[in-house]
């Protein structure tokens, strides 16, 4: 007996160890499809959506049901990750729940808690709708909870994290913080995310509740200055125009010959910027082509001369109900704003739209595409945490 403990002791690591390497690497293998933007787009669309607390609920279900697409594509598919901090335990916990056809968890099926209440918002959409979606709980710590999302969202094969802002909306309008620490959390999975990730900044998409399919009346608009940040934001938006209940407006900004005579800048990826403008102007081109015979979308280029102008251009489309932009844009209209950026997560447009001056009720969703590795990376990502916030 104690040889047989002592060979099963020692064969157990090798022999797991055996097992599970082939296992991982074959699902990194199909793991290809890391964003939105795709050269394929009738493929499935796998999206991992985080809340907080049943505040974020109603936003994220109305997001999720401007995403879903046509019949035409394989269809969405959405795992809704409630992320609560873990006191007491030294170790995570991921909770996937099972629902019965009534809609209730299989069980406690008498006893309603907050959280099972979330379950059933979500199963209630599911059957609703035609969106695969599978609720989940990862109970964990704050300093290591980006690590539970990350992984996931590697597990699921996901193309996109959707993650709320730190910062909520009061009824006067301005933005208090709810937990320094979702920040941070926010801030790494930024980093260390293998798809590409949008930051939600919640001003009520669609009111307290969710809206029915029959009843979605949005409008969307992409403020598109250049690079592959603005690119993932409007291949978002161009699957959110397919629904029959959003209308979509692009603008292009371009810069004028006063504004390039003004930045005056030494550049060593001459080349990199090139192709990044051809990069774009391909992407355009395409999405005109789409778009030729579709009237619910509207693009129109803007050519301004200063700051000032793209401010008021921007502001001409704050009557809208949700705005998509990039983390980092680029071209010189972006550097010639000089927001001086509190939230690196948001980017300067973000910012730009968040801030108090810009009167808006609009929600804006800030994308960042995932990068591949060995790219050339145009604009400086974050990587190092901002110094702390003061609350609002």
């Not at 035609?130 to 989940?136: A, D, G, Q």
């Not at 010959?257 to 391909?282: K, L, M, Q």
């Not at 980017?347 to 808006?360: A, N, R, Y």
């Not at 800030?366 to 609002?392: F, K, L, W």
Request: net charge neutral; hydrophobic share 40%; glycine share 6%.
């Amino acid at each position: 007996m104690v040889l047989m403990a002592i060979f099963t002791t020692f064969i157990t690591t090798p022999l797991v160890m055996a097992v599970y390497k082939p296992a991982k690497r074959a699902s990194r293998a199909d793991y290809k499809i890391r964003k939105i933007e795709r050269n394929d787009p009738n493929t499935q669309l796998r999206i991992l959506a985080c809340f907080h607390s049943t505040r974020d609920v109603p936003t994220m279900i109305n997001l999720i049901e401007a995403s879903r697409g046509t019949d035409r594509r394989e269809g969405l598919c959405v795992y809704a990750m409630h992320l609560m901090e873990l006191t007491e335990r030294s170790s995570a916990i991921l909770m996937v729940h099972k629902v019965r056809k009534n809609g209730l968890p299989f069980w406690n099926k008498l006893q309603q808690s907050g959280n099972n209440q979330i379950v059933v918002a979500f199963e209630a959409f599911r059957q609703l709708s035609r969106v695969s979606i599978k609720p989940t709980t990862a109970i964990s710590q704050m300093y290591d909870m980006h690590e539970d999302i990350c992984e996931s969202a590697e597990r699921k094969r996901a193309a996109a994290i959707i993650l709320p802002f730190h910062k909520h909306q009061r009824l006067d309008g301005t933005f208090e913080t709810t937990r320094t620490d979702f920040r941070w959390v926010n801030m790494r999975v930024l980093e260390n995310a293998r798809c590409s990730v949008g930051i939600l900044v919640d001003r009520g998409l669609g009111g307290g509740t969710h809206v029915p399919a029959s009843n979605v009346s949005y409008s969307v608009t992409v403020l598109f200055f250049g690079g592959r940040d603005d690119r993932e934001a409007l291949a978002y938006g161009a699957r959110m125009a397919e629904h029959p209940g959003i209308s979509l407006s692009v603008i292009r900004f371009t810069a004028s010959h006063e504004i390039v005579g003004e930045i005056v800048r030494v550049d060593i990826n001459d080349n990199h910027n090139v192709s990044t403008e051809s990069t774009d102007d391909e992407f355009i081109a395409e999405f005109k082509k789409k778009i030729s015979n579709d009237s619910s979308v509207k693009y129109e280029e803007r050519i301004v001369n200063n700051a000032a102008e793209t401010v008021e251009a921007a502001k001409d489309f704050s009557c809208c109900n949700l705005f998509l932009v990039g983390r980092v844009p680029q071209g010189p209209v972006v550097a010639s704003l000089n927001v001086k950026v509190e939230c690196p997560e948001l980017g300067p447009v973000g910012h730009l739209l968040m801030s108090p001056d810009f009167t808006t009720s609009a929600s804006v969703l800030v994308m960042q595409q995932h990068a591949n590795p060995g790219s050339v990376v145009g604009s400086t990502r974050v990587t190092e945490m901002p110094a702390e916030d003061s609350e609002t």
